[in-house]
């Protein structure tokens, strides 16, 4: 196996992760047939075949198994020492690959991401935007920005703060159609859910001194959290919004709280998700020490219409 590069093995222990070439080809954003190629290239320097082929995808065979083994512990050793370089020469550098929903992504994330590159100019960062819970692993995401989520054995994570959610309409709305001013009045009105997490459907408020969720039928539906802010800033009904895209919001008059006095915005604590092997690069301990700061000094996001 003297031809094979570190690359080659980052390479496999990809398409292996993914199941698919042109998932792989798409993520270093390459052609297909170069990813072809390069699986290619690899089973013929290590003279057994690796991987199935089919019109479904591909799937490992017992000999890829134990390549992948081996792909996965020198790939995480070429990381360690050059975590161990950079520790030593002071910086932090390299790609650091972060997954987030569409909400954290754009209200958090991207208003930090100017200071973010000035504090360490040689850190280059990769957003994974979807709704979806991310598998480290599989997905070959370095760090993943989540709400309240139990956690593997495998994993480690770090809290940022917190992260509530509460009810938002546009001024259009409540001029066309009045706000409701009891929960008991939301049948009324033309409610925004989300279908990728039917937990948040159910609408959490203390009536009475007394705590109760309002399962939600949604007159407007979408499976993404962005997607559900910029349907209430259109002014098309209520939806249930995380608090720190929305308050700024508030601020600039584009939404206005609905129910606020009977809302429990149950905040969750927002924590920085990764693997146990990879939480010592001072990549992605830059990061999180860093995102750290950014709450903890108040960072607001100026944020204009979706």
Known sequence: MDNLAFDDLKLFARVAALGSLSAAARERDVPVSQVSRALVRIEKTSGVRLVHRSTHGLSLTAEGETFLSYCQRITGALDELQG????????????????????????????????????????????????????????????AIRSGSSLPDTQVARALGHLGRALYAA???AERAGLPQHPSELHRHRLITNTAAPHLNQWPFIVDGHALKWPVEGYWRTNSTGMA??????????????????????????????????????????????????????????????????????????????
């Not at 584009?254 to 905040?267: E, I, K, R």
Request: charged share 20%; net charge negative; hydrophobic share 45%.
């Open 84 to 143: 161990e370089f950079a520790q030593q020469t002071g910086g932090a550098s390299g790609l650091v690959r972060v997954a987030a929903s569409t909400v954290i992504a754009q209200y958090f994330l991207l208003p930090s991401l100017a200071e973010l590159n000035r504090r360490h100019p040689l850190l280059r960062v990769d957003l994974e935007v979807n709704d979806r819970l991310t598998d480290l692993v599989r997905d070959g995401v370095d760090m």
């Open 171 to 173: 001024p259009a709305y």
């Open 229 to 306: 802010a910029s349907m209430v800033m259109q002014g098309l009904g209520i939806g249930r919004l995380a608090t720190l895209a929305a308050e700024p919001l508030v601020r600039q008059r584009l939404l206005v709280p609905v129910l606020a006095d009977f809302v429990d915005d149950q905040p969750v604590p927002l924590y920085a998700v990764t693997s146990t092997a990879r939480q010592r690069l001072p990549k992605i301990q830059a990061c999180i020490d860093f995102w750290v700061e950014w709450i903890a000094q108040g960072h607001q996001p100026s944020v204009t219409t979706p």
